[in-house]
């Protein structure tokens, strides 16, 4: 094992974590690992306009030890106030998505794009060289709360590109769904430049769920409790809980009530 040290673009950080030799480390019996980020423990703003917790480091929340897990960078629950939202402001080089939990959510950027997505929908954006978008909530009587994720993409410098789609058809209750997969897709939801794969979990109480890494080079599986609550190994998870899970080939989980769950599979950020 050595250390490899890689600069956080957001912040003009290195950060040290390890890298195993791949013809070691197949010979060692994997013992499944977690990190655990519990919805009290994130960094919370109040804005006014817009109330919004981050799981891992950003603006003006830092915590050295929550910068990301692997490729994923930003996972962030907001909820805008009706009338308001983000004016336009840029992006470069990371992949964007959006999924709305509640309410309307219009778009516009400098591709002139201008769309309105709610919830059982989902945008993804790649930045690439250079993109500005806003995001408002139209609805003046009602907020609209969504999570936003960044990605670091595995293909710098591509045009930028804006695509949404309706997910909730793809979502089957009971089972594990995709709705995000790397380029160039597979026909199941959108795709993103990033050996990566979105999926969600809509379950009733009792319901065992099996999920297995689509990938042997995946650092692991963030997953995130959108509503809800779920055992995993010997963690109970709840409500906006988070836990990266590492070190396993697949993980097992058990809801415990009414559940909806976010998996994100992704690679090491290199």
Do not use: C
């Given at each position: 094992?050595?250390?490899?040290?890689l600069?956080?673009?957001?912040?003009?950080?290195?950060i040290?974590?390890?890298?195993?030799n791949?013809?070691?480390a197949?010979k060692?019996?994997?013992?499944?690992k977690?990190i655990?980020?519990?919805?009290?423990?994130?960094?919370?703003?109040?804005?006014?306009?817009?109330?919004?917790?981050?799981?891992?480091?950003?603006?003006d929340?830092?915590n050295p030890?929550?910068i990301?897990?692997?490729?994923?960078?930003?996972?962030?629950?907001?909820?805008?106030?009706?009338?308001?939202?983000?004016?336009?402001?840029?992006?470069?080089?990371?992949?964007?998505?959006?999924?709305?939990?509640?309410?309307?959510?219009?778009?516009?950027?400098?591709?002139?794009h201008?769309?309105?997505?709610?919830?059982?929908?989902?945008?993804?954006m790649?930045?690439g060289?250079?993109i500005m978008?806003?995001?408002y909530?139209?609805?003046?009587?009602?907020?609209?709360?969504?999570?936003?994720?960044?990605?670091?993409?595995?293909?710098?410098?591509?045009?930028p590109?804006?695509?949404?789609?309706?997910?909730?058809?793809?979502?089957?209750?009971?089972?594990?769904?995709?709705?995000v997969?790397?380029?160039?897709?597979?026909?199941?939801g959108?795709?993103?430049?990033?050996q990566?794969?979105?999926?969600?979990?809509?379950?009733?109480?009792?319901?065992?769920?099996?999920?297995?890494?689509?990938?042997?080079e995946?650092?692991?599986?963030?997953?995130f409790?959108i509503?809800?609550?779920?055992?995993?190994?010997?963690?109970?998870l709840?409500?906006?809980?988070?836990?990266?899970?590492?070190?396993?080939?697949?993980?097992?989980?058990?809801?415990?009530?009414?559940?909806?769950?976010?998996?994100?599979?992704?690679?090491?950020?290199?």
């Open positions: 094992m050595v250390n490899k040290k600069k956080d673009p957001i912040y003009n950080l290195y040290i974590f390890p890298v195993y791949n013809n070691y197949h060692i019996k994997k013992t499944m977690t655990l980020h519990k919805a009290e423990s994130r960094g919370f703003f109040d804005h006014g306009w817009l109330k919004t917790h981050h799981t891992f480091s950003f603006a929340y830092y030890q929550r990301h897990f692997g490729a994923l960078r930003v996972l962030n629950d907001d909820r805008i106030e009706g009338g308001t939202g983000f004016d336009l402001h840029p992006h470069k080089n990371m992949e964007v998505i959006s999924i709305p939990l509640k309410g309307d959510l219009e778009h516009q950027d400098s591709l002139k201008k769309d309105t997505i709610k919830e059982g929908e989902i945008q993804v790649s930045a060289t250079g978008h806003s995001e909530n139209r609805n003046d009587d009602r907020p609209s709360e969504f999570l936003q994720i960044w990605v670091f993409p595995n293909k710098q410098n591509v045009p590109r804006y695509e949404n789609a309706v997910i909730s058809d793809l979502i089957r209750k009971n089972e594990i769904s995709e709705i997969s790397p380029y160039p897709g597979n026909g199941k959108l795709w993103i430049y990033q990566a794969w979105f999926s969600i979990a809509d379950l009733d109480k009792d319901s065992l769920q099996l999920y297995k890494m689509k990938s042997k995946s650092l692991g599986v963030y997953i409790i509503e809800g609550s779920i055992t995993l190994k010997d963690l109970t709840n409500r906006r809980d988070g836990v990266g899970v590492y070190d396993t080939d697949e993980v097992e989980f058990k809801a415990t009530e009414k559940s909806r769950v976010l998996l994100i599979e992704v690679p090491p950020h290199q």
